[in-house]
Each structure stands twice: as structure tokens, then as C-alpha cells.
């Protein structure tokens, strides 16, 4: 029987929120400084979380043939998951990808492309990135060394960061690197690397992991002291060209996933907090868009306080109330294909 972790379950349900505010952004630009730093969390903790589970799980496997279908388990879960949710959110996607503006084969390729190093419907590259991810870790797990693996998937990320946080500073690294890959490095596989990587190495040292202690707690502290550091350091010197790669990640994530293992919770919802959490994450990107036309139809920008706080309470409604349905009208024999939505 697979192991469950409520702790885990309940993250993703506030790293999902997270991700809303990231997106949303009700606060405004005034407490930029605290909440990027904060909400940037959410993608590492998410890869993590994922990781950690498939490799406690192939960790358990007896044969390297069982290994290999717990891994294409996650796959196939993972692409059906995406493929799903790609057509519900197909006509939007369109609208506001323009795909086929230029004609149907350049916008058939555009969408092959963007299926594998971008996003098709908004977010969307989390799932492909996760997939892609956890595969190269697999097989460099069976081929190549942690070390080799940690500083390939390091450098990775690094460079994510270079281009991302610090690229206008790097501008002529930011320039070659958006020019040689097709769409952004950091929206990509290669930023899910390192967290795969994380994510596999608690799943294999989890019974050798140190129990809590108050030690942990202080490395948290000072590792988010360093990563707000790290955003002031970015605000002084106006080199953000986009916020999502902190190298101060690297610390924090590692500490409170170790945190998170530690904490013993068991509920009952389990369930219903990964369908909550699966759902937002897919559905609240396009929601947004939605929102966003009605609200400039009625002469009001969501980018302002207060209307940004009515955006985000709608949206989050909504999917709450999406998730609700999805957990509750699919264990109907004529509605269980909405399993595949969560």
C-alpha cells in the first residue's frame, strides 16, 4: 500500500494558491520585494513533491521492470492529465495564442514546440517539464553519479537565473540563450532539473534522514533572510527581466521539504486537497485571461487594487468550486473520465 503524506498534501494546496498569486498578483507592485520572493517557492516545492513520491515509489520496486512501470505510471498519468485539460482549454488557448495566425502547418509546429519547451494552454509547462524532468533524472540516476548529475543540473539552473532574475545584467548571455532556445529556459525542462534531482535524493535518503531538530529551523531562518537579501540585492541594482529563478531557492526548498517530512499529519481530505490543488494550477492561468476581458469590458483593469483582489477572489473561487464538482461527480460510473482532470 503507497504511503500517504498529508504535510504533502496540504503544501500543494497552499503552493497552489501560490501560484494564483503569482499570476494574479492582488498585492500590487507595493509588496513586490516580499511576496515574489515568497510565492517563487511554489514551482521547486511542486517538482520536488512530485519527484519525491515516484522515486519513493520505483525506490520500492523489487525488479527494474517494476521500476519501469511505476515510471511510465507517472508518465502516462501525467500526459493524459495535460492532454485533458489542453482540449477543455483549447478554444481560449487559441484566442490568445494565435497560433494559426500565419497559417495551419506554421501553426501546427508552433504548438508541437511550445507542447515540449514551452506552454500551449497558460502554465501548462510545469507538466511537460515534470515529465521530461524526472525522465533524464531517472536514466542519469542508472547511468551517471549524483555528483556529475547535481552539477549539470545546477549549471542549468544557474543559467535559468542568469536570464531570468539577473538578465539585465547578462543581457548579452540573455539574448543568446532566447535566441538559441525556442521559448524561455526558465518556463523549460532544464529549470526542472535541479528540483527533480532534490526530489529523488529525500526519496532514496528518506529512512537515513535526520529526525527534527530546532537546527532546521534556523537554517530556514537564515536562508530566507538570504533570499530576501538576494531580492533586494536584485531591486537595487534593476536587474530583473523576470522573477522566477532565485539562487537562493537552492537553500530554502531543500529545508522545507526536510521540514515538511518531518511534520506528521494525517487527514482524512487528502484527496480532495489534490484535486483542489492539480485543478488551480491548470485551470487558473486561463481563468484569468477570462476575468481579465470581462473586467476591461467593464472599464476596469485587474493590474489595480482593488480590482487585482476581486480577480484573485473569483478566480480562486471558481476553481474551488471546479475542484469540488470534479472530486465529487466522478465517482459516477458515467462521469469517472474526470479522474483524468485531477
Known amino acids: 500500500m503507497t504511503k500517504t503524506y498529508s504535510s504533502l ?16 498578483n492582488p498585492f500590487g507592485t507595493q509588496y513586490s520585494y516580499i511576496v515574489y520572493p515568497t510565492v517563487r517557492i511554489a514551482v521547486p516545492l511542486f517538482f520536488m513533491i ?38 477543455i482549454l483549447l478554444p481560449l488557448t487559441l484566442i490568445y495564442r494565435h497560433y494559426f495566425e500565419e497559417g495551419f502547418f506554421l501553426g501546427l509546429w508552433k504548438m508541437i514546440v511550445s507542447f515540449f519547451f514551452g506552454s500551449t494552454f497558460s502554465a501548462s509547462w510545469f507538466i511537460v517539464a515534470l ?40 543581457e548579452s548571455l540573455t539574448f543568446y540563450v532566447s535566441n538559441v532556445y525556442p521559448y524561455e529556459i526558465f518556463n523549460s525542462f532544464p529549470v526542472a532539473l535541479i528540483w527533480v534531482f532534490f526530489g529523488k535524493l529525500f526519496a532514496q535518503k528518506y529512512k537515513d534522514r535526520k529526525p527534527f531538530s530546532y537546527k532546521k529551523i534556523i537554517y530556514l531562518v537564515l536562508s530566507t533572510a538570504l533570499l530576501f537579501a538576494e531580492q533586494m540585492l536584485i531591486t537595487r541594482f534593476d536587474c530583473c527581466r523576470y522573477n522566477d529563478c532565485y539562487f537562493m531557492l537552492v537553500l530554502v526548498c531543500p529545508v522545507i521539504f526536510s521540514l515538511l517530512l518531518d511534520w506528521n499529519l494525517n487527514l482524512n481530505c487528502g484527496k480532495l486537497l489534490r484535486v483542489f490543488s492539480t485543478v488551480t494550477y491548470c485551470l487558473h492561468a486561463s481563468l484569468r485571461f477570462v476575468v481579465k476581458f470581462a473586467f476591461e469590458k467593464c472599464g476596469y483593469d485587474i493590474g489595480v487594487i482593488p480590482y ?24 459516477y460510473r458515467c462521469l469517472k473520465w474526470l479522474r483524468y482532470l485531477a
Open 9 to 24: 498534501d496540504v503544501t500543494k494546496l497552499v503552493l497552489s494558491i501560490f501560484i494564483v498569486i503569482l499570476h494574479v
Open 131 to 170: 515529465v521530461i524532468g524526472t525522465i533524464i533524472i531517472y536514466f542519469a540516476d542508472k547511468y551517471i553519479n549524483n555528483t556529475i548529475t547535481l552539477l549539470i543540473s545546477g549549471f542549468l539552473y544557474v543559467l535559468c537565473c542568469l536570464v531570468s532574475n539577473y538578465g539585465e545584467m547578462f
Open 50 to 87: 512530485s519527484a519525491f513520491l515516484l522515486f519513493t515509489r520505483i525506490d520500492s520496486a523489487t525488479s527494474l521492470k517494476q521500476e519501469r512501470k511505476f515510471l511510465f505510471a507517472f508518465i502516462k498519468r501525467n500526459l493524459i492529465l495535460y492532454a485533458v485539460w489542453f482540449v
Open 308 to 331: 487585482s483582489v476581486y480577480a484573485f477572489i473569483i478566480i480562486l473561487s471558481v476553481c474551488a468550486f471546479a475542484s469540488y464538482l470534479i472530486y465529487s461527480l466522478h465517482k
